[in-house]
Each structure stands twice: as C-alpha cells, then as structure tokens.
C-alpha cells in the first residue's frame, strides 16, 4: 500500500506522490514498539532468558486466570524473529497515523488506537477460549486494521495503491481488508496470522466512530434514516408545483 497527501490525480495529469508527516503520538508508539521488539529480542533469541509473549501476549486461558493485563500489551509486541511483522505494523501505522492524528488531535487519536487494539484484543481472547487455543497472540494489526478503518471513513475519496500496484479509493480498500477479516476469521490460519485481531479491531473502530455506546443517539439516527426512506414527493391534483 502507498499514500497520497491529496489526490493523485492532478489538473495536468500527473501523479501526486507524497511523503506522510510524522506526528508526535504516531512516532512515540512506533518509538514504543520498537524499543519494546529489542528488548524481545535480547531476552529471547539472544541471551534466552524469557518469551515475553507469554507474559504480555494474549494467552487466552491465562487473560481467563487474571492476566488482564494482557489484551492492552500484547499490542506493543512483535515476533521477536520476524522483524517484518514489526517494519509491516510501523509502515502502516506512519502511512495513515499522521492524518488521523492531525484530524483528530493527540489525545483522540491515541484513545482510538487503544480502545480498538484493546477490542481486537477483547475479541482475540473470547475467540481463543471458545476455540481452546492456549498460542500466545501479539503484534499492533488490531489497531492498525482499527486505523484502516477510520482512514477509509474520513478520508473515503483519497487514492492510495493497493499492494503499491492497484490504485482504489481509501473507502473501498477498507471494505476490502474487512471482507479479508470477516471470511478468514471463520475459518483455520496456517500462516499464524491473527485474523479474529484484525476483524476486532475494525468491528470495535466502526462501533467507536459512530460512539455506539450513546444509545440515544443510535435510536435517533436510526428514526431519521427510516423517516426520510417514507419521505415522498407528489404532484398536486390542482396542477400547481410539487408540494411535500
């Protein structure tokens, strides 16, 4: 995947590549990530003291013991001996995080970045236990698919190149990735890929932007959506303009 500052497609013809701006939170939780991977990588593949994974991964039958700690730091890890599953999370996380951060400000942004790794985690754990998996799970794609997500909603009409060939809107490259999300859930991954994380994740950002907890508002919004599919407008009998 590749970004756009604006859309590509300029008056002259040419294509408008741009270089993502790193913010403040964006480059501090790539910052954290990245300390804590060589700080895995010293304690495990190198001195082999302990597997971190264990402890601040989900491990869903330990989050059931009182590890509760576990679906908030499992986020901050990577595999200690794949350092793409960690440079794939940071590209991704720089590519959209500067925007939305600017969108929403620091303090907004790295609620959502929480709240949808911790839902992603949430559902990583309910997964594991109804499946009987004990695999520690870890990495930031929760929250990264959450930070899809949002990028598609606000920034739908912006062109990126998808797999930094197939240029598609923002909008419906989300769609895509949920589809990947929700089909591969359901079934058995042989490639260790967290796809439950990665359905979580977006499912907890889509029920976070539209504040799903303000039940009110729901309701509200629901009403006005059904009300204006019975809106009609009909001619008058008289022959006069349309009235409604």
Not at 14 to 25: C, D
Not at 95 to 115: I, K, N, P, S, T
Request: charged share 15%.
């Amino acid at each position: 995947m590749s970004y756009y500052r604006h859309s590509p497609y300029r008056a002259g013809g040419g294509l408008g590549l741009g270089v993502p701006v790193l913010t403040p939170v964006t480059r501090a939780l790539m910052i954290v990530c990245g300390g804590v991977w060589a700080v895995q990588f010293l304690l495990g593949p190198v001195l082999r003291v302990v597997d971190l994974s264990w402890w601040l991964g989900i491990v869903p039958p330990l989050v059931a013991r009182g590890y509760f700690w576990q679906p908030v730091t499992y986020m901050f890890l990577h595999s200690p001996v794949q350092i793409t599953h960690l440079l794939f999370n940071l590209l991704i996380l720089w590519m959209v995080g500067g925007d939305l951060e600017r969108h929403w400000g620091g303090r907004r942004f790295l609620a959502y970045y929480l709240v949808t790794g911790v839902g992603a985690g949430a559902f990583v754990t309910v997964a594991g236990l109804l499946a009987g998996t004990a695999a520690p799970t870890i990495g930031a794609s929760g929250a990264i698919y959450g930070l899809l997500l949002a990028y598609g909603i606000i920034f739908s009409e912006r062109i990126i190149l998808f797999m930094f060939v197939i240029p598609m809107r923002a909008r419906t490259l989300s769609w895509i990735l949920f589809a990947i999300a929700f089909f591969s859930a359901w079934g058995q991954s042989a490639s260790g890929v967290s796809h439950v994380a990665h359905l979580g994740g977006m499912v907890v950002g889509w029920l976070y932007l539209k504040r799903f907890w303000r039940i009110a508002d729901v309701f509200r919004e629901i009403r006005w959506k059904w009300r204006r599919r019975r809106f009609r407008v009909e001619p008058r009998d008289d022959g006069n303009p349309w009235v409604h």
